[in-house]
């Protein structure tokens, strides 16, 4: 099983798609860091906190000792914010693959030797495991392009060609 530490971005782009009761039903262990759960605004962040009761999400929370080594990784990455840091340190500690929302996320993860995977990776696991049709990624991955222009438009116009 793919243990899962998951960036903000991605639960804030699975809530605007309205694909995270399915994200939540791929073969994996969730987790997420109190400090990047905190930075989800979105207006259906409900629906997440029920993952996150019902012990779907597993979030997690530091102590003081512990929040001086994510300071410590944040002054080595002045790029990241405290919650990003926070993921990786989670990512660490677990031996976990992160799935960040950003480039700079990915490439500190990457230089920490964690293994990473994106929103695309999301959606190719989505539907191969048939828990989405290519119609429906097709239609998500149109209108993410729409709202997240993070996303390596290469990769997304490849995965768009495969699943017309």
């Known amino acids: 099983m793919i243990v899962l530490v998951n960036d903000a971005n991605i639960f804030i782009d699975l809530l605007k798609l309205d694909l995270l009761a399915l994200f939540f039903q791929l073969p994996c262990e969730f987790h997420v860091t109190d400090l990047a759960a905190g930075e989800i605004l979105e207006e259906n962040v409900d629906e997440l906190n029920r993952y996150i009761e019902k012990g779907i999400l597993l979030k997690r929370s530091f102590e003081f000792g512990e929040l001086l080594e994510i300071s410590q990784i944040q002054d080595a990455h002045r790029g990241l914010s405290l919650s990003d840091c926070s993921s990786v340190f989670l ?5 976990a693959t992160l799935l960040p929302g950003d480039a700079v ?7 920490g030797g964690i293994p990473v995977h994106g929103m695309l990776w999301v959606f190719e696991e989505l539907v191969g495991r048939s828990l989405i049709s290519k119609i429906l990624a097709h239609a ?13 438009l290469r990769e997304c116009r490849r995965l768009l060609e495969l699943w017309r």
Do not use: G
């Not at 998500?140 to 390596?152: A, D, F, K, V, Y």
């Open 105 to 111: 996320l990915r490439r500190a993860a990457k230089m």
């Open 140 to 152: 998500s991955l149109s209108r993410l392009m729409e709202i997240n222009p993070r996303l390596p």
């Open 91 to 95: 990512s660490t500690e677990l031996s």
